[in-house]
């Protein structure tokens, strides 16, 4: 259907999704592309290919072309036939989604005997580009996941998490790490960051030039880390209270010690950001301030619209989860690091999935080193309890932004209590945490809140090192309660965000002091060296 010329009949979905479009609209869909097919038939050359899966010079042929051209044809036939389809949002977006899935999986340049550049390397290598093909299918195989990135080009404490520093904490589900100083004076407010327990750390620190670790530590902060453990099969009955009350608020707890004073600054990433709301909403209801001020980078607060990952979550998947991992039935597991990847992966099949098949598999190369793919592929399990609270009270019932309706450490919720000031970050192009849902934290959070939008996606976005001069951020004092009123005020600004992040923070950083040169203080001892313990740690898929 997707790679030669049809015989009169036109693609179609589903008969039970064909039978929710009203009749005039799908003859009107049909008569479009019968007029579009005739008129490729006709003159094919005329249809200007911009697919960069079609852009190499093989694909320039009159053959490979024409098959090319009638795949994009279909495609956007199909895609116009789900667009049409009337139902409730979430069964239409389901359509959608599997229909462009299927779009993606059946392109030519995804089959051998359809991918002038797969022929081209067969005959170029005599053949030895199938045999490296099947040795890396074998290998992805016994792995269960598609390489994206060379993982022998990178360790972990040699040339990604090199920042210096020691591990002053450990507990059960996480070892603190506190970062050498850069400059001879820092702020005295301590700076702890918490990051995703989705994926390692050092998405905040990789290497010298893209860590936001260093470049903290270089603008005069001393930067405290949360480094969360890995699951294994005995943390499968660790619940969300336990990340709250012995991950987060503990974490607090000990920066504050080590620091001397009693506020520090905090900053929470993704899953991170959500956790440290749910930790400082529950010490406002115990009376209790220890941050003087709030970083949130790509968080979701208010689960209303979760955007594409809304598709995976209702009643009955969730409750399939509590029932086999969740311990509904007495059974508890955990979520698998491995399968929440490749979900993660097939949101965005083209760029993660289907063109890492050709070039690794297809075309027999190996993909080239990169430290954030070997980062997205170092997977991490969830424990079954937290993970099914988080689903069933956030992404399906939305109750964090309902006060008082969730109890988490015998507290009350309610994130109206949380009045610091508040950095609040979004990606635009952010296909976790989309950047609408992430600016109505300006109207949940009640401090004086800066909202500001970075150009990209949930982590380029994130991780724009100003040096390279990349990209492009959106400002606007102002805080309608709209986010495309705030997006029409706002101003483009070219580069990075994170000189901009800096300078809000100064304000909240204390008195410039002397750095010290120790870790820890008497009570919580210098440990290993960072990146420390767990970050190392690689669960075993079948365990």
């Not at 080590?258 to 506020?263: C, S």
Request: glycine share 8%; proline share 6%.
């Amino acid at each position: 259907m997707f790679t030669g010329i049809p015989s009169g009949k036109s693609p179609s979905l589903a008969p039970q999704h064909m039978a929710l479009i009203p009749p005039e609209r799908l003859s009107e869909i049909q008569q479009h592309y019968m007029t579009e097919l005739a008129a490729y038939v006709s003159n094919p050359g005329a249809l200007e290919i911009k697919d960069r899966r079609f852009s190499g010079n093989a694909w320039q042929s009159p053959w490979s072309k024409a098959i090319a051209g009638m795949y994009l044809l279909n495609s956007k036939h199909l895609m116009e036939l789900a667009e049409a389809v009337e139902t409730d949002a979430k069964s239409k977006q389901r359509i959608l989604f599997s229909t462009l899935q299927m779009v993606d999986a059946l392109s030519p340049s995804n089959f051998m005997a359809t991918n002038p550049e797969v022929l081209e390397h067969i005959i170029s290598s005599q053949g030895q580009s199938i045999q490296n093909g099947i040795l890396n299918l074998l290998g992805d195989l016994k792995k269960g996941k598609v390489s994206q990135t060379d993982e022998t080009a990178f360790e972990i404490g040699k040339n990604l998490a090199t920042t210096e520093g020691a591990v002053v904490f450990r507990n059960h589900l996480f070892e603190l790490i506190q970062y050498k100083p850069l400059t001879e004076n820092v702020y005295e407010r301590p700076f702890l960051m918490v990051p995703p327990c989705i994926n390692k750390y050092y998405i905040l620190d990789l290497q010298p030039d893209n860590s936001v670790v260093r470049y903290m530590v270089s603008q005069g902060h001393t930067v405290f880390l949360v480094s969360w453990k890995n699951p294994d099969k005995s943390m499968a009955k660790v619940t969300w209270d336990d990340y709250i009350g012995d991950g987060v608020i503990k974490a607090i707890e000990v920066t504050k010690e080590i620091g001397g004073l009693d506020q520090i600054n905090l900053l929470g990433f993704c899953v991170g950001g959500t956790l440290v709301s749910n930790a400082l909403a529950v010490l406002a209801a115990r009376k209790q301030k220890p941050v003087a001020s709030l970083t949130l980078l790509t968080t979701l607060l208010d689960f209303s619209d979760t955007g594409i990952l809304d598709i995976f979550v209702d009643e009955d998947t969730v409750k399939l989860r509590e029932n086999t991992i969740g311990g509904e039935q007495g059974q508890f597991g955990l979520m698998s690091g491995l399968d929440l990847g490749n979900t993660f992966s097939f949101l965005r099949p083209n760029d993660l999935v289907w063109n890492y098949v050709v070039e690794n598999y297809l075309k027999g190369n190996s993909p080239p080193p990169f430290d954030l793919l070997y980062w997205n592929g170092d997977s991490t399990n969830l424990p079954g309890a937290m993970y099914c609270w988080y689903l069933r009270h956030t992404y399906l019932q939305n109750e964090l932004v309902k006060p008082g309706n969730l109890k988490v450490c015998g507290e009350k919720v309610d994130l109206s209590l949380i009045d610091c000031p508040a950095y609040i970050y979004a990606s635009h192009d952010d296909h976790i945490v989309p950047w609408h849902s992430g600016y109505r934290s300006t109207q949940i959070l009640k401090g004086k809140n800066r909202f500001v939008l970075g150009a990209s996606g949930h982590i380029a976005g994130v991780i724009n090192p100003p040096a390279k001069n990349k990209r492009h951020y959106w400002v606007n004092p102002a805080l309608p309660a709209k986010a495309d009123d705030w997006l029409a005020g706002a101003k483009d600004v070219r580069g990075s965000w994170w000189p901009d992040y800096v300078e809000w923070l100064a304000q909240f950083g204390g008195k410039q002091v002397k750095a010290s040169s120790t870790f820890g203080n008497a009570k919580y001892k210098k440990g290993i060296a960072a990146p420390g313990k767990y970050v190392k740690e690689k669960v075993d898929e079948s365990s």
